[in-house]
């Protein structure tokens, strides 16, 4: 496992999503790690300078998770049986395992074939419009939308009928899009895509675990432009007291107006900020 590391002090564990890198959270490294904090950012299994194996059956989220207390082990964080003091949660809020429906069934029942999570599902498929598309094309489609609604990829004409990306806001610069973009024309995009793909294997792995709650103290910011806080029913279950019930310690949910989903990149300061305002409470 690749990684960055910037500081000295308690242990910070940055984690990325889809389609980014530790370079997402470059910003709060730089910030945190002056507030006197070991900032601890890694390429996760199939990004970057990772390990990324081909098949998405090792993308599970034992297998990810086994990473993680390897790369804490190896940073000498030692708090067993609990490794995790407390967490802040960006942009896409826990939801409990529904025994019933398996989780790409239930997004293609909400929004269709369409969706990106079911046009992500057959492998080679979609790493084949990315590639017809671009990577620099893609990387500044992904990061600068702005539309709430779902993200959906017509199979008919494919991400080939998007669009042209709007010009890039001024969080993010070509320098560090040129980043991105040499690092995954490097490694490709499978990696990455088998995150989603290990989606239903995960639901049948952690069928032991249905009605588990998170019971560490939680801090939840969401932007109310971002896809994930748009999903039908997602806001009642946020303040209508469901997050609450199955995240029991949660303390504080913030919602950003006029932000989308890479919240951590587009408002980097005050998301420093809500970081380092909770953490040091631990």
């Avoid at 598309?133 to 991400?159: C, H, M, N, Q, S």
């Avoid at 995009?189 to 939680?218: C, H």
């Avoid at 910011?221 to 806080?229: C, N, S």
Wanted: glycine share 10%; charged share 20%.
């Amino acid at each position: 496992m690749h990684l960055a590391s910037l500081g000295s002090g308690p242990v910070i564990l940055f984690l990325h999503g889809f389609p980014e890198l530790w370079y997402s959270w470059r910003h709060q490294l730089l910030s945190l790690s002056s507030l006197g904090y070991q900032c601890v950012a890694p390429y996760l299994r199939g990004y970057g300078g990772s390990d990324a194996p081909a098949s998405s059956a090792s993308y599970t989220v034992f297998h990810i998770v086994g990473d993680l207390v390897s790369l804490l082990d190896m940073l000498g964080v030692e708090s067993v049986p609990d490794r995790v003091k407390a967490l802040v949660n960006l942009s896409v809020a826990y939801r409990p395992r529904n025994p019933t429906v398996k989780p790409v069934e239930g997004y293609r029942a909400l929004f269709g074939d369409d969706y990106y999570v079911c046009r992500f599902q057959e492998p080679g498929e979609i790493e084949e419009e990315f590639a017809q598309l671009g990577t620099e094309k893609l990387i500044k489609l992904f990061l600068a939308a702005r539309d709430p609604g779902p993200f959906l990829i017509p199979k008919e004409t494919g991400l080939r009928g998007m669009p042209d990306p709007p010009p890039l806001p001024s969080w993010i610069s070509e320098q560090d899009i040129d980043y991105f973009v040499n690092t995954f024309n490097r490694t490709g995009f499978t990696g990455g895509l088998n995150y989603y793909r290990a989606m239903d294997q995960n639901w049948e792995l952690t069928a032991p675990w249905t009605g588990s709650k998170i019971k560490v103290p939680v801090k939840f910011v969401v932007g109310d432009l971002d896809i994930t806080y748009n999903i039908p029913g997602i806001k009642e279950y946020i303040h209508g007291g469901g997050f609450k019930r199955d995240v029991p310690f949660l303390q504080e949910v913030v919602v950003m107006e006029g932000v989308a989903h890479f919240i951590n990149q587009e408002k980097s300061e005050e998301i420093s900020m809500h970081i380092y305002d909770f953490v040091k409470k631990f």
